[in-house]
């Protein structure tokens, strides 16, 4: 069973960049779909971007605007979201998500059958 395991949030200004880094646990990391998603107060939990377990794509919501960057390290069972410019939207408490071997949906929370445990970002203006 991999286990996640975000870190990297923060309080930062507004046009200030931020790195979140999510480390799994276990030996079959690069078979897993990654996702990353984000919940503000009040509102729901919201796609940001969905890095499949095979390569080649990477999907973002339209929100990112070229702003975020998603990546893995397979060798270092790690995702990473580098954020930059960021606004006060985009306070939100963080997460990753993982799903064994599948590419289908990834947009969606329901996808996912693991979670880390989020990582709090907030955005001054």
């Known amino acids: 069973q991999v286990q996640l395991v975000e870190s990297g949030g923060c309080l930062v200004q507004a046009g200030d960049s931020l790195r979140l880094s999510c480390v799994a646990s276990g030996r079959t990391f690069s078979s897993y779909s990654m996702g990353w998603f984000r919940q503000a107060p009040g509102k729901e939990r919201e796609f940001v971007a969905a890095?499949?377990?095979?390569?080649?794509?990477?999907r973002y919501a339209d929100f990112v605007k070229g702003r975020f960057t998603a990546s893995r390290d397979n060798a270092k069972n790690t995702v990473y979201l580098q954020m930059n410019e960021l606004k006060p939207e985009d306070t939100a408490v963080y997460y990753c998500a993982a799903v064994f071997h599948s590419i289908y949906s990834l947009a969606q929370s329901s996808a996912y059958d693991l979670w880390g445990q989020g990582t709090q970002v907030t955005v001054s203006s």
């Open positions: 890095l499949p377990w095979n390569g080649g794509w990477i």
